[in-house]
């Protein structure tokens, strides 16, 4: 039986698919079929990166700030799948980032530079403990918690497409904990590979 969700555009092809994600998909032709694998690479990618980063949480009280308040130069990560501003910055840059999804993006932005001015900053003039790490942040209401979700899958899309290879599990995963360009790998981390793998093996068997 087909699952359909409201257009917001036609499908063009598979990159567009996975960059607009959440428009139509029809499982009723060949070329359906593999839009929804697609599909659900991304939510498979998006559910372990969950759990890497705040699997020890729930509900909404995954809606927080990082807890690393030790983080050289400070951190933005915020979310579920714990996103950082400079991530979302360069995907709005680049336009990876769907047209629906600007607004939330900046607002997102404008919540990071709240985190990077007053993490660690109990006595600095405005402090509010929701932008210390921990926090809530602003975004938490269930739009702004549909809009995260959505807008992590495009990202997570685009560096799935870019991450195509051998090796492309640990591209994906040395790119979202660190950054592309980063030198750094698994024996950097290899707990946080460790609960990714974990929760990426058993969706891969569900």
Do not use: C
């Amino acid at each position: 039986m087909a699952m359909i969700i409201p257009p917001r555009k036609p499908i063009q092809n598979q990159t567009e698919d996975l960059l607009n994600y959440g428009q139509t998909v029809n499982q009723q032709t060949d070329g359906m079929f593999h839009t929804q694998t697609l599909l659900n690479d991304v939510d498979k990618l998006y559910n372990s990166f969950v759990d890497a980063e705040t699997g020890h949480l729930e509900g909404i009280n995954k809606f927080i700030r990082t807890e690393a308040s030790k983080t050289p130069g400070g951190s933005s990560a915020y979310g579920p799948a714990q996103m950082t501003g400079t991530l979302v910055r360069d995907m709005l840059e680049r336009k990876i980032v769907p047209d629906h999804l600007k607004e939330y993006a900046n607002k997102f932005l404008d919540q990071s530079e709240k985190f990077l001015k007053y993490g660690n900053e109990k006595y600095l003039t405005g402090y509010d403990p929701k932008y210390d790490y921990g926090g809530e942040g602003d975004l938490t209401s269930e739009k702004d918690q549909e809009n995260y979700k959505e807008l992590a899958k495009s990202i997570l899309a685009h560096h799935w497409k870019n991450a195509q290879g051998e090796d492309s599990i640990n591209t994906i995963i040395r790119a979202w904990r660190f950054g592309p360009s980063s030198e750094k790998g698994e024996t950097d981390d290899p707990n946080y590979w460790d609960r990714f793998k974990e929760s990426y093996s058993k969706a891969a068997i569900d």
